[in-house]
């Protein structure tokens, strides 16, 4: 999964992506949220690094990037109408 590089781009051009994308932004930010629920008994039970590492992990290829996938896909079929905005997975 990469995130790669962007020319810089205005408030504008991002305002109006958002609005464009809002349909595919809500499964990832839910996504991230589910992530962040998950991840919190751990932190409260002082789990170890690599136990919270295997976790974030799993749960990053489990419910994040599927979701990530979505959005991508649908800045990717926007992009020509979203002010540039750039996302790719690999």
């Known amino acids: 999964m990469v ?40 932190l409260r039970d002082n789990a170890s690094s690599e136990q919270l590492k295997r976790e974030a992990r799993f749960l990053a290829e489990a419910q994040v990037e599927p979701a990530l996938r979505i959005f991508s896909e649908g800045s990717n079929r926007k992009r020509g109408n979203s002010g540039g905005v750039c996302l790719e997975l690999q």
């Open 3 to 42: 995130l790669p590089a962007c020319l810089s781009i205005s408030a504008e051009d991002i305002l109006d992506a958002r609005e464009k994308l809002r349909n595919e932004l809500t499964p990832f930010r839910m996504a991230m949220q589910k992530l962040t629920i998950a991840l919190r008994p751990l």
